[in-house]
């Protein structure tokens, strides 16, 4: 399959360059040429199929021949080794658990499948590539994680000193090898700041083969299907499940409506944001103005300016009432979040994270106002991974995952560095010696 940039329907690449680009020219979208509908085969089969052969079969059509069929089995096997339970919360009501992969949160899906493919693309042109990105928390851990020990690729983690947790540094710095992690003496956007200019950078891009790895890249939003597919293979009513989505950058909710596209029966999928509510303001009254980023307790869904708001749009060829038809979206507080992780906790014993709760709350006010149906919320992240935030109001102790407590035993690695460009560019040049 080619893909296309959303900027120019005429410049067209195929499945291969399009990962290995990450972004089409003039910060252009990829997106697929065509919508692969489900084949009656697998229509009538899918639900006796193992998570792992759903997902070769529901990756494959995008793939086509650039990776061999052999080789794209245990890419898709080597992405989804662990558990995707449903969980029963409240009667109608389910939680999909995203967070039994390596960093307890859903990005691991999409990170693992890319680092997968970028090792498999690697290995054909023998040309590295350094995989550069700065990190808020949850995406580097991901990274780190799904690109450890991957043959021809280093990665390199641009962070701020002193604001991420405690477990998202471990989650940063214990790796080794081929990641390295620096640590920067600024904020986030200093952070991306100086991964920009290293892009940009003549000398730089003479000596290294960078590559994003950001959420855009289609290997990322397209592996994203799979736990979809998943979700609705475990659903146990008769009608169609709604599907609540916390959402930040709209590539997990996206993949979600590539799907239903496809024809995964899905009766509505809803956009759960936290007060960065541009999707929301967009379904009310067609409004798309940016504004400043709000920060909340879903930090991982504060963001001002969607990235994939555009493929949504894509989706349903940008008609207002069509996309209407298929999602509606729903704006909580911090504070709104904060009252169901504590009452849901103590009426069920329950415990969400900041993101999944969003969600939750979208669920309940969508059945709400629709008597009869019954759906599902993507917990995407483990509340041990949010427990600054989550333990003082829940009275249970919340348990964290061995991943988590082992990770203090471990040696920890990062490269102190301020914010002057010209001195990371010399670390940089010098291969960090
Ligand atoms: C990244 C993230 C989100 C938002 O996902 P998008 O694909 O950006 O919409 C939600 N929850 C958690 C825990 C995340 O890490």
């Given amino acids: 399959m080619n893909f296309y940039s959303l900027n120019n329907r005429q410049y067209k690449v195929s499945f291969k360059e399009a990962v290995l680009m990450g972004q089409a020219p003039e910060k ?13 085969e697998f229509r009538q089969n899918w639900r006796a199929f193992s998570n792992e052969e759903i997902a070769f079969q529901t990756i494959l059509p995008f793939v086509g021949t650039d990776i061999d069929k052999p080789a794209l089995r245990r890419i898709v096997e080597e992405t989804i080794p662990f558990e995707f339970p449903l969980r029963e919360v409240e009667s109608n009501v389910y939680a999909l658990e995203l967070f039994h992969g390596p960093t307890l949160a859903f990005k691991d899906v999409g990170a693992r499948f890319l680092s997968r493919c970028l090792e498999y693309f690697v290995a054909q042109s023998e040309k590295k590539i350094t995989i550069l990105v700065a990190t808020s928390g949850d995406t580097g851990g991901a990274v780190a994680d799904a690109f450890y020990e991957v043959e021809g690729v280093d990665v390199i983690i641009l962070f701020p000193s002193g604001k991420v947790s405690e477990t998202q540094r471990l989650q940063l710095t214990t790796y080794g090898k081929n990641i390295t992690a620096c640590e920067v003496s600024g904020t986030f956007d200093d952070c991306q700041a100086m991964v920009k200019q290293a892009f940009a950078d003549r000398d730089l891009s003479q000596r290294y083969h960078f590559n994003s790895a950001n959420s855009i890249n289609i290997a990322r939003w ?7 597919f998943i979700a609705v293979k475990q659903w146990p009513l008769g009608q169609a499940p709604v599907i609540s989505v916390p959402s930040g950058n709209f590539g997990n909710i996206c993949a979600g409506l590539l799907a239903g596209k496809r024809g995964l029966p899905v009766r509505k999928f809803l956009a759960a944001c936290n007060e960065n509510d541009l999707f929301v303001r967009y379904l009310e009254s067609g409004d798309t103005s940016a504004r400043d980023t709000i920060p909340t307790v879903s930090n991982a869904m504060d963001v001002g300016k969607p990235s994939n708001f555009q493929r ?42 900041p993101h999944g709760a969003v969600g939750y709350l979208a669920l309940k006010a969508h059945l709400e106002n629709n008597k009869g149906e019954a759906g599902i919320f993507l917990e995407t992240a483990h509340p041990a991974k949010f427990s600054e935030t989550v333990q003082p109001v829940v009275s249970q102790k919340i348990q964290a ?18 914010t002057s460009m010209s001195a990371f560019k010399e670390l940089l040049m010098s291969g960090f010696k």
């Fill in 401 to 418: 995952p061995g991943k988590i407590e082992n990770l203090a035993l471990k040696e920890s690695y990062s490269r102190k560095i301020s």
């Fill in 222 to 228: 397209l592996s994203q299907q799979f736990y979809y």
């Fill in 28 to 40: 252009g979208l990829f997106f697929p040429e065509s919508i692969p509908l489900l084949t009656p």
């Fill in 312 to 353: 949504v749009l894509a989706l349903f060829e940008n008609n207002h009432a069509a996309i209407r038809r298929h999602i509606s979206a729903y704006r909580f507080t911090s504070a709104e979040t904060l009252e169901a992780i504590r009452a849901i906790a103590e009426k069920t014993g329950y415990i969400m994270d």
